[in-house]
């Protein structure tokens, strides 16, 4: 099968690799689409830990079961599926408290297994959603990195009475604003590109804030009658502005950590005691998929606006290099595989 192989770091060949084996508890799947991620981009940067290469990158799929395991019975050929890319360890404390996206010994499709730029995948039958045919391949692919933006905000218990301070318009804060539109809540989203807040205009954001250029605590005040935010999602990773969330959060309220760095911020005694603030950190999706499945299939949402460019498998290269430079007009980059 033709593959996009990290060959090792920004090093990409399109090569012909025997085509994978679903194990007894995995079905095989041949990809339509899929989704270039920000973990995909540290992959092929060489800022990912602990990776060997070479590696078939890519973990956000959708595509028609061509095979299973002998142990798999709820999945059929030609079911036409995504899933989700998790591969946790079953018996460590998360799992054992139904967490299994924060396992202790996690494993991830297409980073620490071969994922998904490829012609076909194996994936855990366990993990495998079903998608009605209303849902394109081009968005079907795009369930999971909403789900890391439904996660979030399951983290925030965020509701229709909520207002909520996004900050950051990459895939994350985009998908979560589009879902927090879609329940009712009010919301202010802030990024330093103008060109990306676009998109949020689009999705209905209520308050559009360039972080460069504008003074972000006097919006805020503004936005929220000077009682700060009851949510404050951070989806940037940048150490300074998650450390800022402590500013935005009203007394009381929940600050939710979405962007992922290795270096380290302070928070205050102030926020955390005087406030009373709940600081969550927030990892993959679980469970997730049906609740998103549910609103891809009724148009509640617009992943069609957070895809800005599609690629062939043959470009994964190019289109991988687009990603790593993180410009204002690129959102979330799919690579079209095969026709359905
Ligand atoms: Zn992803
Ligand atoms: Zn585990």
Redesign the pocket.
């Known amino acids: 099968m033709k593959a996009a192989v990290t060959i090792n770091k920004e090093s990409i060949r399109i090569d012909q690799v025997p085509k994978p084996e679903p194990k007894e508890d995995e079905v095989l799947v041949k990809v339509l689409a899929a989704g270039i991620c920000g973990g995909d981009v540290r992959v092929y940067n060489g800022t990912f830990p602990y990776l060997n290469y070479p590696i078939i990158n890519g973990h956000e799929f959708c595509g028609i079961v061509e095979g299973k395991g002998k142990t798999v019975q709820t999945i059929k050929e030609g079911d036409y599926v995504t899933g989700e890319p998790i591969i946790?360890?079953?018996?460590?404390y998360?799992?054992s408290i139904g967490k299994?996206n924060c396992?202790?010994?996690?494993k991830v499709l297409g980073v620490h297994v071969n994922g998904c730029f490829a012609e076909y995948v194996c994936v855990k039958a366990d993990r495998i959603y079903k998608l009605p045919d209303a849902i394109p391949p081009e968005d079907g692919c795009l369930i999971e990195p909403y789900g890391i933006g439904l996660h979030a905000l399951h983290r925030l218990a965020l509701t229709e009475e909520d207002s909520l301070f996004i900050i950051g318009a990459g895939p994350i804060g985009i998908s979560a604003l589009d879902i927090a539109k879609s329940i009712g809540a009010k919301v202010m989203i802030s990024d330093l590109f103008e060109k990306r807040l676009e998109i949020a205009e689009k999705m209905g954001a209520d308050r559009l804030v360039v972080s460069g250029t504008c003074d972000i605590d006097a919006a805020v005040d503004e936005f929220t009658g000077g009682q700060k935010f009851p949510a404050v999602l951070e989806a940037t990773g940048v150490p300074a502005v998650m450390q800022s969330t402590q500013n935005y959060v009203a007394n009381g309220g929940r600050i939710c950590l979405a962007g992922v760095t290795n270096k380290t911020f302070e928070l205050s005694t102030m926020a955390f005691c005087n406030k009373e603030v709940a600081v969550y950190g927030t990892r993959n999706s679980y469970h997730e998929f049906p609740e998103l499945i549910d609103l891809f299939a009724q148009k509640r949402l617009h992943p069609e606006l957070m895809r800005t460019h599609i690629f062939s498998l043959d470009d994964y290269g190019e289109a991988i290099k687009m990603a790593s430079k993180n410009t204002s007009d690129v959102c979330k980059i799919v690579i079209k595989v095969a026709d359905r």
């Open positions: 946790p360890c079953g018996h460590c998360a799992c299994p396992c202790s010994d996690l």
